[in-house]
Nanobody
């Protein structure tokens, strides 16, 4: 029920913006966020926001470089990624779920997107 877009190949130091929108009319969950999974690694929390207020939550590893935001009129959540590093290379997944998701708990997600590949070259 979630559709991501915006992934691609970028050089280190570059920027990308990911988008996530529900296939239905709304997210219908209080928390919407992003996780990522690199080859051979577990899925990890990146960022999330409270849909009603836009209040953001971030993993320490991305603070200052990645920004999560929402457009209520478009029912879309964005992940602006700046100063990208090779270690940011991963498949990025959008998730929508209950409280707990903003703390990085993937079990709080009720819906997932199909994932979008982000590759950062050195």
């Amino acid at each position: 029920p979630l559709v991501e877009s915006g992934g691609g190949l970028v050089q280190a130091g570059g920027s990308l913006r990911l988008s996530c929108a529900p296939s239905g009319r709304t997210f219908s969950r209080p928390i919407v966020g992003w996780f990522r999974q690199a080859p051979g690694k577990e899925r990890e929390f990146v960022a999330a926001l409270k849909w009603s207020t836009g209040y953001p939550y971030y993993a320490d590893s991305v603070k200052g470089r990645l920004t999560i935001s929402r457009d209520g009129a478009k029912n879309t959540v964005y992940l602006q990624m700046n100063s990208l590093k090779p270690e940011d290379t991963a498949v990025y997944y959008c998730a929508a779920g209950d409280y707990g998701l903003e703390s990085g708990n993937p079990k709080s997600a009720d819906y997932w997107g199909q994932g979008t590949q982000v590759t950062v070259s050195s």
